[in-house]
């Protein structure tokens, strides 16, 4: 069946670092990919998504590209802010649209 | 606008007791999904509904049960709790289609003792 990989955290930078969280999945067919972020306390929401392959996701700074070649769909940031301290999920749509979560990574930034 | 709607926020059982966790979303989605969230195991899914009238397991149904009332509900029994049970459960809805985002709710935390 479907399935998400993603790198174990947690993850901690200094503001203004260089952030990669690392996410290979395994699906039939052509999935659909996704990153969510949960802050402290609330429920899960969308950071981007990207839908075919080649497609770069992006919002709030934050850059993930659909690599069909090696299924990974890695997160970036050029220069994070300790407001970004969260846990990030990826995720991926497969037949019969059902969500499959990877693990999460969680990232503390401190100044 | 309300979103996804979960209740309660914040439930203590005890051993056997049974409980219904209720979600109700009020944007005209197919697709609703409950969740369970533990330390190091990410979400997984419990049950699934792709549409109104359709249920299907997910990766962890033992001990649960659910129910699509309408489009706008998706309960989750638990109707003999155990401490295994001692998670985060989240509500979550889509849009019909592989594409779309999904919206969760803000979660119940429910400890079993």
């Known amino acids: 069946g479907d399935s998400v990989t993603q790198m174990e955290g947690p993850v901690t930078l200094s503001e203004e670092a260089f952030l990669t969280i690392n996410c290979t999945y395994t699906?039939?067919?052509?999935?659909?990919l996704f990153w969510y972020v949960q802050y402290p306390g609330e429920g899960l929401q969308l950071l981007l998504k990207?839908?075919?392959?080649?497609d770069k996701g992006s919002n709030k700074g934050f850059e993930a590209t659909y690599r069909k070649e090696t299924t990974s769909f890695h997160l970036e940031k050029g220069s994070v802010q300790v407001s970004d301290s969260a846990v990030y999920f990826c995720a991926l749509t497969g037949g019969g649209n059902k969500l499959t979560f990877g693990t999460g990574t969680q990232l503390k930034v401190e100044l | 606008n309300a979103g996804v709607t979960q209740t309660p926020k914040f439930q203590v059982l005890k051993t056997g007791q049974s409980m219904t966790l209720q979600c109700a979303q009020d944007m005209n989605h197919n697709s609703m999904y409950w969740y369970r969230q533990d330390p190091g195991m990410g979400l997984r899914l419990i049950y699934y509904?792709?549409?109104?009238?359709?249920?299907d397991k997910g990766e962890v149904p033992n001990g649960y049960n659910v129910s699509r009332l309408n489009k706008r509900e998706f309960s989750l029994r638990l109707e003999s709790a155990a401490p295994s049970q001692t998670s985060v459960y989240f509500c979550?809805?889509?849009?019909?289609?592989?594409?779309?985002?999904?919206?969760f709710g803000q979660g119940t935390r429910l400890t079993v003792v």
């Open positions: 979550a809805s889509s849009p019909l289609g592989q594409k779309a985002e999904a919206f």
């Open positions: 699906a039939t067919g052509y999935p659909s």
């Open positions: 990207a839908t075919k392959a080649d």
């Open positions: 509904s792709a549409s109104e009238g359709t249920t």
